[in-house]
């Protein structure tokens, strides 16, 4: 089976660009998670979806940050307008069902740069 | 206070040691825990979870739950070189969620 797959997979880009992150998550699994990762700060969950609805985006930063799952094989997570300090590495992941039991499957990520 | 706290390291052993990493949790409602390994700039792999209080045995691998002291450990016997990487901790408290440490490095020497 194909993993998580992410793109692009570098994305560099100024300040006040509108930034958009892609997500396909492994057939399937029904829960799809949005993460984030800085040296500082570690693996932070911005946002999950079960069955493509969002369930809580109680990590998302700020309002400049958006995602959608409008069917069951893609995600996206924009970023408009950006900022330096979103610069960092977003992994998507899913799981088969709820992540207590279950292990999440990491995408490669995108390694997001904003100058 | 961080939710999930482990030591940023790195822990150096010589291969052959057995490494030990550690993690401490706040959320005494936790249930379950997790071992993820990152190698350097790639993503996190699951590596083993636990449930319940004792030992839990996989390979090289044996991760540790103490849930009185809060308290997760993961050991890997025979170290080899390419267990070199990040290996990150997290814990699950509920409601679909969970919460990651910061990683431990790892870096085991020939």
């Known amino acids: 089976d194909a993993g998580v797959i992410q793109s692009p997979r570098h994305e560099v880009t100024e300040m006040g660009q509108e930034v958009t992150l892609r997500c396909k998550p492994i057939s399937g699994h029904d829960y799809l998670f949005w993460y984030r990762q800085t040296m500082m700060r570690g693996l932070e969950l911005l946002i999950y979806?079960?069955?493509?609805?969002?369930?809580?985006d109680s990590g998302m930063p700020e309002d400049r940050f958006s995602a959608k799952m409008p069917n069951a094989s893609f995600s996206t997570l924009k970023i408009q307008p950006s900022e330096p300090r979103d610069s960092a590495v977003y992994f998507c992941a899913s799981s088969r069902t709820g992540v207590g039991h279950q292990p999440q499957h990491f995408g490669d990520g995108t390694r997001l740069s904003i100058l | 206070q961080k939710e999930v706290e482990q030591n940023s390291g790195p822990l150096s052993v010589p291969e052959g040691a057995i490494a030990s990493l550690n993690c401490t949790y706040s959320?005494?409602?936790?249930?379950?825990f997790f071992w993820y390994r990152q190698y350097s700039g790639k993503s996190p792999e699951l590596i083993m979870f636990i449930y319940s209080n004792g030992d839990k045995e996989d390979g090289r691998f044996t991760a540790q739950l103490n849930k009185a002291s809060q308290y997760v450990s993961l050991l890997i016997r025979d170290s080899q070189p390419s267990d070199s990487a990040t290996y990150l901790c997290a814990c699950y408290p509920g409601f679909q969620k969970l919460v990651f440490g910061t990683g431990t490095r790892l870096l085991v020497s020939p």
């Open positions: 959320d005494r409602g936790s249930q379950s």
């Open positions: 979806f079960n069955n493509n609805v969002p369930i809580d």
